[in-house]
C-alpha cells in the first residue's frame, strides 16, 4: 500500500558554530510514495530565497529587444501552418500561442501569456492565467484533433530566469508527444503498476491519505487538493494540486481551470511571502483512451531561486543534475503549515 518512507541519519561534526563543541547535524532520506525513488531533506533552513526586483527591466529599450512585447510579436516570431491553424497563432485574452522557433519536438509551441513584458506574481490575476491555461490547452485539443496517435499533451512554465525562463516576458511551454520524458513516463507506469498491484487510484489514495493525516494537505480548492509532496523535488519544496476523477486534457474544463487558477493565486501569496519569485510548472495528464482509470490529473509546483544573489549560484548542483537525487532545505509538513493560511484568505 501507499507508504511513506523516511529515515534519519546525523553527521557529526566538531562545530566552530558552538565553539567546536560536538554537534549532530541531521539528514532525512525520503522514498517518493508512488516511484520508490529517494530524495533527501537537509541543510534546513540555511539558505532562503532573496526578493529579486524585475521591474528594472520593465523600460521601453527591454520592451523593443523582447519578440513577445507588442508590435514585435506580429513580425519576429513564427506563425503555425495554415493547414494546423489557420490564423497562425491561437488568441484567447490577452494571451496568444506562437509556434516555438527552437522547438522541443513535433508541435512545439508557446503561451506568450499576455502583452506584459514583466508581470510580477502580486499582479497576475485569474483572467490572466485563465485565458494562458485555456487557449494553451486549444492548442493541445487542436492538434491532437489531427494526430491521435501523439497521447502526450504538456504543459509547462518556467517562470523568470532561476527556473531556466529565458525571457522574461512570461510564457508558457507546450509539447504534443509521444515522449512526455522519464519522469511523466515513470509516473504514468508506476500509477498502472499500483492499480494493477493494489486494486486502487493511487492518486485517489494519495488525496484520501493526505486529507485525513492532514500533515500535508494544504486544503481543497472547488474539485483540487492540495498538497506539498512528501518527497519533493526542490531545493524549496514541491507543491502539488491533484484532481481527484478527472485524468485527460479532455477534463480539465473550466471548472477545474477555475480551481486551478484560484489555487495558484493563493500559492503566488505564499511565495511572495517568501520571497520566491521563479518556479516551474507542470501539467500531468494522462492519454485519452489510456490509463486514465489508474491517473488522475495533476500539477507540480517547484520554486526556483539563487542560492545567493553575488554570484548567481543555481539551486541546483551535482546532487540533482550528476546524481538526479533531489534534496530539500524545507520539511514538506512544515511547509503545508506555513502555506495553509493562503488558501483560506
Ligand atoms: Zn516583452
Given at each position: 500500500m501507499l507508504e511513506f518512507a523516511k529515515r534519519k541519519g546525523y553527521a557529526k561534526i566538531l562545530d566552530p558554530r558552538i565553539d567546536f563543541a560536538l554537534n549532530s547535524i541531521e539528514v532525512e532520506y525520503r522514498r517518493d510514495p508512488l516511484t520508490g525513488e529517494s530524495g533527501r531533506i537537509a541543510h534546513m533552513g540555511i539558505v532562503a530565497a532573496q526578493k529579486i526586483d524585475y521591474s528594472v527591466w520593465d523600460k521601453p529599450e527591454h520592451h523593443e529587444m523582447c519578440p513577445f512585447c507588442p508590435g514585435n510579436i506580429e513580425r519576429s516570431t513564427p506563425r503555425f501552418p495554415a493547414e494546423l491553424i489557420p490564423e497562425g497563432h491561437i488568441k484567447k485574452g490577452g494571451a496568444r500561442v506562437i509556434a516555438n522557433i527552437a522547438p522541443y519536438d513535433r508541435y512545439s509551441a508557446l503561451t506568450?501569456?499576455?502583452?506584459?513584458h514583466v508581470m510580477p506574481l502580486e499582479k497576475m490575476s485569474a483572467a490572466y492565467l485563465k485565458d494562458a491555461f485555456?487557449?494553451?490547452?486549444?492548442?493541445?485539443?487542436t492538434v491532437l484533433e489531427k494526430e491521435r496517435e501523439l497521447?502526450?499533451?504538456?504543459?509547462?512554465?518556467?517562470?523568470?530566469?532561476?527556473?531556466?525562463?529565458g525571457?522574461?516576458?512570461?510564457?508558457?511551454?507546450?509539447i504534443i508527444t509521444d515522449e512526455p520524458g522519464n519522469l511523466y513516463r515513470k509516473v504514468m507506469r508506476e500509477s498502472k503498476n499500483y492499480r494493477q498491484k493494489w486494486g486502487e487510484n493511487f492518486w485517489e489514495e494519495l488525496c484520501r491519505r493526505?486529507?485525513?493525516?492532514?500533515?500535508?494537505?494544504?486544503?481543497?480548492?472547488?474539485?483540487?487538493?492540495?498538497?506539498?509532496a512528501f518527497c519533493p523535488q526542490g531545493v524549496l519544496g514541491e507543491i502539488m494540486a491533484v484532481f481527484p476523477g478527472r485524468s485527460t486534457i479532455y477534463d480539465l474544463d473550466e471548472k477545474i481551470i477555475?480551481?486551478?487558477?484560484?489555487?495558484?493565486?493563493?500559492?503566488?501569496?505564499?511565495?511572495?511571502?517568501?520571497?520566491?519569485?521563479?518556479?516551474?510548472?507542470a501539467l500531468f495528464a494522462a492519454p485519452a483512451g489510456e490509463g486514465e482509470k489508474d491517473f488522475s490529473l495533476h500539477i507540480r509546483v517547484i520554486p526556483r531561486f539563487y542560492m545567493n544573489l553575488l554570484l548567481y549560484t543555481p539551486d541546483m548542483s551535482?546532487?540533482?543534475?550528476?546524481?538526479?537525487?533531489?534534496?530539500?532545505?524545507?520539511?514538506?509538513e512544515e511547509q503545508c503549515r506555513e502555506i495553509a493560511p493562503f488558501f483560506k484568505s
Open positions: 506568450v501569456m499576455g502583452p506584459e485555456e487557449a494553451g490547452l486549444e492548442f493541445c485539443r497521447p502526450y499533451s504538456i504543459i509547462a512554465w518556467n517562470y523568470m530566469p532561476p527556473s531556466g525562463g525571457l522574461l516576458h512570461p510564457h508558457q511551454q507546450l493526505e486529507e485525513e493525516a492532514g500533515e500535508r494537505f494544504i486544503g481543497r480548492i472547488e474539485e483540487g487538493y492540495w498538497l506539498t477555475d480551481g486551478l487558477v484560484k489555487g495558484l493565486l493563493c500559492l503566488f501569496k505564499y511565495f511572495d511571502s517568501k520571497n520566491i519569485c521563479s518556479f516551474n510548472l551535482s546532487m540533482q543534475v550528476a546524481l538526479q537525487e533531489p534534496f530539500s532545505v524545507v520539511n514538506p
